[in-house]
């Protein structure tokens, strides 16, 4: 850092001319001496000579700390107008580095069986009920958007297609974590079987309980991303969203809805989810 | 160096009176950065105590064992929700500061100045008798003594590990290699934690050694001159 106490720059040049007015008043009685001496204090806080006069410390302090001020823009986040919009740009700009982060092939870490967590110690968690009472004999999943084929889905067709069977990481924004055995059809092979057109941007769910979620179509692609309707080798309990939940593992654990009932594909969400349309990361990839 | 101390000088008329000493210590470029760190480190702090009231456990959900119930007067954001925002959007100024930092540090050479290495080792213990046990005060030759090296090195060690620790729990899937060097999530998440605490340590000894070092020594961090520096 030594050169830094005696290169000029722009703003002491600057300055540097009300100083030499002064020198000029200075100069006359001296002239001998400032010829012995040529130095130009002016556009230097550091004089040739070592030393630095008091005014010019004062003057360069002053200056030094002003070019802090910068800093003052951060204070735009104590402004209660612009806090809200200013957040909602970082938890953006978060979003956007997460989709940058996301890499379709890259899975999840899998666990051995004995790394499970006890079924008993998976945490039911839900918004509202544990159970809204969904009635299996009428149960479909409701299918539209961008599909060929849209239409109710029973049950059974989901499960003619192939069995995936997972042990997986479930992760909730509050910071607990479980290890869960996981069981369904791939959402991508269900993709292929309603015809959607996989260019669309997001695949939307609705829930019995009144809960919705948007997943982004290269997560809904992901090979570990699946309609699930077992857990631990049995099929779906009510509590944990019988009869077909959303099992992510590339995602955090409110994305993972369940009791679903409806499904669309679609280029345009008119809401993202349930907690991200109350300030939650909307994208919110692990 | 940050040796470079200067005399300050009086002009009156001819005369000139050699009044005190100054030396520039703190480029703009390390100024800037200790005060947008000290900001950023403020939010992270409080925004994390309110993300980790919502789980205040590093133990199962099932059953849940609470480590310490965090009073929500001395957290940031209000729900989980508001802290995550702020914790998410400090997190890039952080981050970005950090690496300026870093960068201007290596490039410049002002590394220097803060970076302990084994040289600093024999001076290690003169300065611990000195602050401890009311040792003789050893020579002061440049900006930091050793002890201070040791400092704020380490602190600019646990400054990257929190930022380590930190991206492990956010992306314990797309940077898994990251999670599973420090245990897998779960463990990720009790380091990151710990790492705050140590940081706060570091932060709360500054705090007292800005307070005992006086008025000269806290004004060389916003103008980066120290007058009458003792070295």
């Known amino acids: 850092m030594e050169p830094d106490i005696t290169k000029p720059d722009e703003a002491e040049k600057a300055e540097g001319k009300s100083v030499e007015r002064d020198g000029a008043n200075r100069e006359g009685p001296q002239e001998g001496n400032a010829a012995a001496q040529p130095v130009s204090p002016v556009n230097r806080p550091v004089r040739r000579d070592g030393t630095i006069s008091d005014h010019r410390l004062s003057s360069v302090s002053r200056r030094e700390l002003l070019k802090l001020s910068p800093l003052l823009l951060l204070g735009a ?26 890499r379709r092939g890259h899975l999840a870490p899998t666990f051995a069986d004995s790394e499970v967590t006890p079924f008993e110690k998976f945490p039911i968690n839900d918004y509202d009920v544990d159970d809204p009472g969904v009635i ?79 997943l982004d179509m290269a997560t809904a692609l992901h090979p570990q991303t699946l309609l699930c309707y077992e857990m631990y080798d049995q099929p779906l309990t009510r509590k944990h969203g019988a009869p077909l939940r959303l099992n992510i593992p590339t995602k955090i654990g409110y994305k993972q809805a369940k009791y679903l009932t409806e499904l669309k594909v679609t280029n345009v969400l008119e809401k993202v989810g349930y907690w991200e349309d109350q300030g939650y990361s909307e994208f919110y990839g692990l | 160096m940050s040796g470079s101390v200067v005399e300050i000088v009086r002009i009156r008329g001819e005369e000139t009176e050699a009044i005190g000493r100054a030396a520039y210590e703190h480029p703009l470029v390390v100024r800037l950065c200790h005060w947008l760190n000290a900001i950023s480190l403020f939010v992270l702090v409080g925004s994390g105590l309110q993300i980790f009231r919502a789980f205040p456990s590093f133990g199962a959900k099932i059953p849940q064992k609470d480590l310490l119930n965090w009073p929500k007067a001395f957290a940031i954001g209000g729900w989980l929700g508001g802290a995550l925002q702020w914790h998410l959007t400090f997190m890039w100024i952080y981050i970005a500061t950090g690496l300026v930092y870093l960068g201007y540090q290596i490039f410049s050479g002002n590394y220097r100045q803060v970076l302990f290495t084994h040289r600093d080792i024999p001076g290690v213990w003169p300065m611990v008798r000195h602050y401890f046990f009311f040792g003789p005060k050893p020579e002061v030759r440049e900006a930091y003594n050793p002890l201070q090296k040791h400092a ?80």
């Open chain 1, 136 to 214: 299996f004999e009428n149960w479909t999943l409701t299918v539209g958007g961008a599909v060929q084929r849209p239409g109710d889905y029973k049950l059974d067709q989901i499960k003619t297609l192939a069995r995936f069977r997972q042990n997986t990481r479930h992760v909730c924004v509050e910071g607990w974590d479980v290890i869960g055995r996981f069981g369904g059809a791939k959402l991508s092979d269900f993709l292929s079987m309603i015809g959607a057109d996989t260019s669309a941007r997001f695949v939307t769910v609705a829930c019995a309980d009144d809960y919705y979620e948007s």
């Open chain 1, 77 to 102: 986040f104590a402004i209660p107008s612009l806090q809200e919009p200013l957040l909602k740009k970082g938890l953006g700009f978060s979003d956007w580095a997460s989709g940058r982060l996301f």
């Open chain 2, 152 to 231: 704020y090195t380490t602190a600019i060690g646990l400054g990257v590990l929190s930022v380590l620790t930190g991206l492990a729990i956010w992306k314990p899937v797309q940077l898994s290699w990251l999670a599973w060097l420090m245990g897998g999530f779960h463990w990720a998440r009790l380091w990151h934690f710990l790492v705050m605490w140590a940081i706060l340590a570091f932060v709360f000894g500054h705090l007292v050694m800005v307070i005992l070092h006086g008025w000269n020594n806290f004004v060389s961090m916003l103008t980066g001159w120290k007058k009458d520096p003792e070295y």
